[in-house]
């Protein structure tokens, strides 16, 4: 069985930090993301005499299903759902689901909400990016709403827009090119994190852009 990897060292400080400000508080750290399995024919090889090419009729047929799910590291607790399609309704879906499964936080009329969007999100959608956009925009979209649904209680929402590619390992190596002091540290995204739960008197943060460091020569 493989081992899961605990929290990174700037998760659980971030987290340290939010439990100081907000002592009477419970934090619930979830993790959420999509991902596409299905079906993709291939073409195989067979055997047919010297200087012959024999012809086969084929048929190029796709079949995906995405799945969406949300685990709670602490406990294990995970939320999915498996659907024929990403996009916006898609992902609308999948969140009301979600935010129906959290009824003990809705009774206790106190708490924090919050997830990462997408520069994508923030400003429109760029060239070859559209499920990326339409997911990531209806994860804001259904904050705003929610933000809006819980006018009346102590529930905190907060939505975090990276505008830039995040240091990960996948990003170092997709934008190569991109010196990594350029990137933004995920530190920073905690940051906001943090900013936007501990706020609320005289004023909250809902929504958040994250810019990359300026290239400082």
């Known amino acids: ?5 605990p929290p990174s060292k700037r998760t659980l400080e971030a987290l340290r930090k939010l439990r100081q400000a907000e002592p009477n508080k419970r934090v619930w750290l979830y993790f959420q993301d999509e991902a596409r399995f299905g079906l993709k024919p291939t073409y195989r090889g067979v055997w047919a005499p010297i200087s012959q090419r024999p012809t086969a009729p084929s048929r190029a047929r796709y079949d995906w299903s995405y799945v969406f799910a949300t685990v709670h590291p602490e406990t294990g607790t995970t ?9 916006t309704k898609a992902m609308q879906l999948y969140l009301d689901d979600f ?3 959290l009824p003990a936080l809705l009774k ?3 708490g924090f909400i919050g997830s990462i969007a997408s520069q994508e999100a923030w400003g429109g959608g760029a060239a070859g990016a559209g499920l ?5 925009g209806a994860v804001a979209t259904f904050l705003r709403s929610l933000d809006a649904d819980l006018a009346h209680t102590q529930v905190g929402v907060a939505i975090i827009f990276p505008m830039g590619p995040v240091d990960t390992l996948t990003n170092r190596t997709r934008f190569h090119d991109t010196d990594p002091a350029h990137l933004i540290h995920p530190f920073a995204i905690a940051q906001a994190f943090v900013a936007a739960a501990t706020s609320g008197v005289g004023g909250r943060l809902l929504e958040i852009p994250v810019h990359p460091p300026r290239a400082v020569q």
């Open 132 to 136: 990326f956009a339409a997911a990531k």
């Open 79 to 87: 939320h999915a759902l498996i659907l024929p399609v990403a996009n």
């Open 99 to 101: 935010a129906a499964s």
């Open 108 to 110: 206790r009329e106190e």
């Open 1 to 5: 069985m493989q081992r899961t990897k």
